[in-house]
């Protein structure tokens, strides 16, 4: 027995001295974390900055100080840090280049990589260089790369240069082998959000308005290749229908699609011979080091400042109506409310700069958000800056502001509203032998019951309702916008627009980026430098570690990484039951092959 109790004692001493000794360890780990983040940073002279494209693109940076610990390979790229960094690394004296490293983007939009790409080409208006290198090049990376003075593959990598490809996936058959069906309601011939659930393949009307935007997005893509490699836009064009990912890498070089065939090791001195230095004598500065570096032109004389408010993510109205994989990324309309509110009556802010990227979502969490978008607009000037994209409920959002600027593959309009409720009967009655019984007091006390199919007058009042939310959304939109709201139902109809197409339509005022948003809210506030402050403000370091670490955060991060661009469509399918029923949202959750 003695020997039971000294056996059992030095077990308990050993795991209580290893739990101690990890906990020692994890500490310091977060300490020396914590000392990173909080450490100034700095540039040493003769730097280049490295931007490695791979890993999920996302409207901001969201550091996940869990997910470094646990799996350091995990990427997270936020658009506004890459593009913060770019700007600091134009104006930074210590910088005299960036290379790029090819990888694998997933969860980009086309208008996401356009935005990157423009900053690149302004980068290089300060006589700087860049370098480019691949094993392989996604189409998306080998967008960015052609940027590059000097463009250079390994001489066993590929590049994929094929054209665009928008994929959709129908559930119907799915749905009748289990025995349930979708009851829908919706205004607008190009609406086409409910087909997966009601048709097995595309609509004559779908695949018209995916074929234009499609056709628009890629002529942007080719002509801004074409032109950084000094090509015909139809030369380039017309590589595309050959098999250019199976060809020799040295055929890359004769085509001009690179500059040089080189293994990575042969990079450093074409870096070197760049900066005219030895391959040894350079530094490399990194994207989230360069992004929070203090701008050398930042002057604020007159105390004036701008905020910029990112609505990112599907419109839902209460977060505890988000039961999708992760919250992070929803544009939640009481708190944007809420936030917009404090916005409006802050006298210290001059002028707001809405930052849209969203597909849309709940119709009556998008007029809620559009009120106080004009409970803004009636103190002081509100400028929309598009993203990837603002379309139906984000294009709600969006209309009541003073001015619109959006990318010209920003995908918007889809002026359009449905409405989805599953009936389930016969899986319930026939498949599963269950038989319901139902007493009510009134006609319509079993309303929405999926156990039975609507009646004609359930039917005839639900597609009320939805026309006359359509009837709203287009005023909100005619009045914002100045146009008539017969002319609105012309170029609504749910259908989807480019940027280019939607500033022709006159959805749009303005083609660029968020720094030309914010160039105009300066304008309108009559200033030419100002301060420029981001909402909502992000966690701090102990906030961000205390939230990242639960479990379900950091499997979200792994889904995103390994869902890639299914993650939005499998995400939205896990909610699809807590939806609000009534939705101003984009057609689909589209995939291209970038």
Known sequence: MKQFFKYTLATITGIIILALVYGIFVTLTFVGMLSMQSAPKQVEKNSVMVVKLNGAITERADDNPFAQLVNGNAENIGLDNLLAAIKNAKENENIKGIYLEAGTLSGATPAMVQEIRDALVDFKKSDKFIVAYGDNYSQGAYYLCSTADSLIINPEGNISWQ?????????????????????????????????????????????????TFSDEIWKEFNTAVAKSRKMKPEDLDSLTNQPLAFIKAAEYKKLHLVDKVAYSDAVPQVIANMMKCDKDDYNKAMVNDVATLESTTLKNPNGQTIAVYYATGEIVQEESTTNSFSAEEMIVGEKVIKDLKELADDDDIKAVVLRVNSPGGSAFASEQIWHQVKNIKAKKPIIVSMGGYAASGGYYISCAADWIVAEPTTLTGSIGIFGMFPEASELINDKLGLKFATVKTHEYGDFGDISRPMNDNERTALQAYINNGYELFTKRCADGRGISQDSIKVIG????????????????????????????????????????????????????????????????AELKENLGDFYLMFSSMKNIQSKDKVQAALPYYLRFNL
């Not at 994929?167 to 025995?179: A, C, D, P, R, S």
């Not at 011939?189 to 695949?207: C, G, Q």
């Not at 420029?532 to 639960?550: G, H, M, R, S």
Request: one cysteine or more.
């Open 493 to 556: 109809e749910g259908r989807v627009w480019t940027g280019v197409h939607a500033k022709k339509i006159g959805l749009v005022d303005q083609l660029g980026s968020l720094d030309d948003a914010i160039a105009v809210a300066k304008k309108k506030i009559k200033v030419d430098e100002c301060t420029v402050k981001t909402y909502p403000e992000k966690a701090d370091f102990f906030t961000n570690l205390l939230e990242k670490a639960q479990p379900s955060s950091y499997a979200d």
């Open 163 to 211: 054209g665009l490809a928008t994929q959709t996936i129908y559930f119907k058959n799915l749905l009748e082998k289990v025995g349930v069906s979708m009851q829908v309601f919706k205004v607008g011939t190009y609406k086409s959000a409910v087909e997966p659930y009601i048709l097995d393949d595309m609509s004559d009307a779908n695949r018209e308005q995916i074929e």
